[in-house]
């Protein structure tokens, strides 16, 4: 179907991503399946981070000046200021680029942005184009955040001793599952309240997309969309609606640990990786290695440099690790995660529970160790061991929990019994993406809702 507007030009779409992986993945799968629903697709892009245009020839690419420049260093630490800054400094580009496309003739139909790049909803009211939200995180972690961000008051600072009691009208939340990063004595500094209060304002957008699925998480998408107002679009998993395979990877992926996956036994391997933003404590991956070493399992991991705190990638190793692991184990910089999971040799994910990665777990049929780091990933974790039930929490990271988890998981019946119900999940979440499933039918009444659009005059 191609949509047109005056002239039998297709209508434009522009897309504002946030530039981390896990948020540029799913922008550019958007861009992918509404790019195949007829749409001409612009994707207005920071500096930072910038995707490769060459991996979708079929789009626009224009680059925002951010005031970052390529090499910023985007550590947790220092994101919430380079948000900010983005967020001031990209406006004017983008007011400029959008004003230059309309008169050169282009149709906006409507501007399409992840929910931290708020600085979009000025400018689409502005330019009087209708603004679309996109929430690349799980319907959830989106609907904990509306119910605990008017209670913050209530709710922090808490006592230790109840961090294993619910959270009020959150099951099947803890209070420790809470998707926030709390300082030592529970609390939630003001900055980053305001973080949450100015990200999880809508603001005027007419419409939210949700890379979800109304079969996964009806209870909180209908919540939500009764607190925003607004339809609510859960076309998800994106990566399985999304016509093209196109790559969005960022960084070079090491696929030598494809032909290594070949050599090993059917479900014989664990998979183990911590997304594209997470840092974690050097105590920490001290632990899993030795876990994964006393394991005796064969196992994939992924070390992406920079992420464990004061290291610059393997230093941390145990000495003689390699040794001690032989050819059982690999470790690679960044590996090319979906064709990873869907390799039949992968028994199992040690996940930090991010949301692109949990989707993909669930569709490759592969359960889940879960090791969250923060925000979104408590709240995934808690879904997916005690909602969905094909993940093992992994409360402590220590060398015997990690061995015993992972044990467990590729050897005992637990491990079985939690395979064979993601196999199941993945069945039903399939059939969601086909015709007359509920994420085609929520992508269908989307494109008509974005064709419906008009300039807000
Ligand atoms: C971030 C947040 O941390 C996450 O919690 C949130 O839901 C989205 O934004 P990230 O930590 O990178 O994302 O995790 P995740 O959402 O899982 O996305 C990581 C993406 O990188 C996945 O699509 C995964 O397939 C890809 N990846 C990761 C690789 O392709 N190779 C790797 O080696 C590691």
Redesign the pocket.
């Known amino acids: 179907m191609e949509i047109q507007g005056v002239g039998g030009r297709r209508r434009r779409i522009i897309l504002v991503p946030f530039p ?4 540029i ?1 799913p922008m550019l799968q958007l861009g992918s399946i509404l790019h195949a629903r007829g749409f001409s697709i612009t994707v207005a892009h920071t500096e930072y981070n910038a995707p490769h245009p060459s991996t979708h020839p079929e789009f626009m690419f224009h680059a925002l000046s951010d005031g970052l420049g390529a090499g910023y260093d985007m550590s947790f630490d220092k994101i919430l200021g380079a948000i900010y800054i983005m967020n001031e400094r990209c406006k004017v580009p983008l007011v400029q680029y959008v004003e230059n496309q309309t008169a050169c003739g282009e149709e906006i139909a409507c501007i399409i942005h992840d929910n931290i790049m708020f600085f979009v909803d000025a400018v689409a009211t502005r330019l009087k184009i209708p603004g679309i939200v996109l929430a ?2 799980s319907a959830s972690y989106f609907q904990a955040l509306t119910s605990i961000i008017p209670r913050f008051d209530a709710i922090f600072p808490y006592q230790d001793l109840m961090l294993e009691e619910p959270l009020p009208d959150l099951h099947p939340l803890r209070y420790k599952d809470g998707p926030f990063q709390p300082t030592q004595d529970n609390d939630i500094p003001e900055p980053i309240r305001d973080f949450f209060r100015i990200t999880n304002d809508i603001r005027s957008a007419v419409a939210c997309i949700c890379n979800s699925i109304d079969y996964l998480e009806h209870s909180s998408l209908s919540k939500l969309q009764t607190h925003y107002k607004v339809p609510f679009f859960p076309i998800g998993p994106f990566h399985k609606l999304a016509s093209s395979n196109s790559p969005t ?1 960022l960084q070079e ?1 090491d696929t030598s640990c494809l032909p290594w996956l070949d050599s090993q036994a059917p479900l014989s391997v664990l998979y183990v ?1 911590a ?4 840092v974690v404590e050097k105590h920490a991956v001290v632990e899993t290695a030795w876990g994964l070493i006393n394991s005796g399992r064969p196992f994939l991991w ?1 070390v992406r440099p920079g992420s464990v705190h004061g290291v610059q990638w393997t230093e941390f190793l145990p000495e003689g690790f390699q040794e001690l692991v032989g050819d059982r184990g690999l470790v690679v910089k ?5 064709r990873v999971l869907s390799h039949p040799a992968v028994g199992a994910f040690m996940t ?1 529970c ?4 949990t989707l ?1 777990s669930i569709c490759a049929g592969v359960p889940m160790i879960c090791q969250p780091v923060f ?3 408590l709240v995934n974790a808690r879904y997916l061991s005690d909602v969905w039930k094909v993940g093992l929490e992994m409360e402590v990271i220590d060398r015997d929990v990690v061995e015993r988890s992972v044990r467990m998981m590729m050897k005992g019946e637990e491990g079985k019994d939690m395979r064979k119900r993601v196999v199941d999940l993945k069945q039903k979440v399939e059939s969601c993406v086909e015709k007359d499933g509920c994420s085609y039918k929520a992508l269908n009444e989307l494109v008509e809702f974005i064709s419906s659009l008009h300039h807000k005059d």
Do not use: L
């Open positions: 981390v992986q896990g948020h993945t690349t995180f990877n992926e990786s997304g594209s933003v997470a992924v960044w590996a090319p995660q979906r930090h991010g949301w692109n990665s993909e925000s979104d990933q």
